[in-house]
């Protein structure tokens, strides 16, 4: 028996983004890393998303991010985890590129092992949504501990959830 798509977690606050979208005719791309495409799909599976849906990547390599998303060497040299800084800076060169009103960043540690600094640690995610008049990041970790699709899923939500909160302008900069 198949799995249901997107993940019931994602289903209520991704059809809540696509109507929003849809009602102010904005648009939003993606540029994903440890969630692993699931944002990117997620949104796809709704109807009338090549309406609001200008593209996504899926960093997950320090490769993608020099190919794809502005990176220099010295970026990978001095990468040491995912900050809210960093997918900052993927969002707003991704929105760049693709032209959308609004593009969603995460990058995490999904587990089930990690580092030894806290944003290393399973669970733990950088958010961020690029606009054209600023950056909103958030950053948090999932409770879940080393349960990798878990951790990959709940990305997804915080990610929609904070793109949700800057289209209803309830995020702060």
């Known amino acids: ?31 994903e890393t440890a969630a692993g495409g699931i944002i990117s799909a997620s949104i796809l599976s709704t109807p009338g998303a090549s309406g609001i849906y200008k593209g996504g990547l899926t960093l997950y390599t320090l490769e993608s991010r020099i190919s794809f998303a502005g990176w220099t060497q010295a970026d990978t040299d001095k990468y040491r985890g995912p900050t809210t800084d960093i997918v900052a800076g993927m969002a707003t060169n991704v929105r760049g590129k693709l032209g959308s009103t609004y593009t969603i960043c995460e990058s995490g540690t999904a587990g089930p092992t990690g580092g030894n600094t806290p944003n290393r640690t399973p669970g733990y995610v950088a958010l961020a949504v690029a606009t054209e008049s600023g950056v909103y990041k958030r950053e948090l970790s999932t409770g879940l501990g080393g349960d990798r699709e878990a951790n990959m899923i709940q990305f997804a939500v915080e990610a929609l959830g904070l793109l949700r909160d800057v289209i209803k302008g309830d995020a702060k900069l």
């Open 1 to 31: 028996m198949a799995k249901e798509f997107p993940p019931q977690k994602v289903r209520d606050v991704v059809a809540e983004v696509a109507k929003l979208l849809k009602e102010k005719k904005e648009t939003v791309s993606v540029a």
